[in-house]
T-cell receptor
Framework: ETGVTQSPTHLIKTRGQQVTLRCSSQSGHNTVSWYQQALGQGPQFIFQYYREEENGRGNFPPRFSGLQFPNYSSELNVNALELDDSALYLC?????????????FGQGTRLTVV | AQSVSQHNHHVILSEAASLELGCNYSYGGTVNLFWYVQYPGQHLQLLLKYFSGDPLVKGIKGFEAEFIKSKFSFNLRKPSVQWSDTAEYFCALRGYSSASKIIFGSGTRLSIRP
């Protein structure tokens, strides 16, 4: 176990709907990042939060948004869901400060858009 | 461009065979390198990491990797695989800045015949 927990584990949504995924970071970690892993591919970086501020974003449209709370837990919100949004969404936490740290991943949320 | 390439998409070996999975990267600066493993139905786990120092890195479960800077490579090796090594393996890099994302390769699926 990594100490990073995500909820829910599985989710089915209809195209056009909105979804919120949650992540509790490992104790003492102030950096949370989100990744999308499509079937048969490696995880793709969505964005990262450091001390409640977004400090990095990948090549994802604005309908992917997030929040980080004072306790460093985080949410990923996706609006206007599309079929291609079906994927495993991974949350990772790390101590932050520099990139010279290891990231610890949660078990992921499997999102299916129908 | 920042990228990680894994040349073997699917590797099939018999138990006790030796393993080498290739990984090459492209990054304009100093990097940290990782190998992650994803067992069926489980979260991403760190096998080993390279930050600096000895380019031969030993990880968990008998895995090791060698960082060859001149070849931009970080190949994963294990002298004798077991059936329980069946999993998806991801090579990844992270730059040194605090906003650095993790860039993953597309993964190599390893199947071990008992």
């Amino acid at each position: 176990e990594t100490g990073v927990t995500q909820s829910p584990t599985h989710l089915i949504k209809t195209r056009g709907q909105q979804v919120t995924l949650r992540c509790s970071s490992q104790s003492g970690h102030n950096t949370v990042s989100w990744y999308q892993q499509a079937l048969g591919q490696g995880p793709q970086f969505i964005f990262q939060y450091y001390r409640e501020e977004e400090n990095g974003r990948g090549n994802f449209p604005p309908r992917f948004s997030g929040l980080q709370f004072p306790n460093y837990s985080s949410e990923l919100n996706v609006n206007a869901l599309e079929l291609d949004d079906s994927a495993l969404y991974l949350c990772a936490s790390s101590p932050g400060g520099t990139g010279n740290t290891e990231a610890f991943f949660g078990q992921g949320t499997r999102l299916t858009v129908v | 461009a920042q990228s990680v390439s894994q040349h073997n998409h699917h590797v099939i070996l018999s138990e006790a065979a030796s393993l080498e999975l290739g990984c090459n990267y492209s990054y304009g600066g100093t990097v940290n390198l990782f190998w992650y493993v994803q067992y069926p139905g489980q979260h991403l786990q760190l096998l080993l990491k390279y930050f600096s120092g000895d380019p031969l890195v030993k990880g968990i479960k008998g895995f090791e990797a060698e960082f060859i800077k001149s070849k931009f490579s970080f190949n994963l090796r294990k002298p004798s695989v077991q059936w329980s090594d069946t999993a998806e393996y991801f090579c990844a890099l992270r730059g040194y800045s605090s906003a650095s994302k993790i860039i993953f390769g597309s993964g190599t699926r390893l199947s071990i015949r008992p």
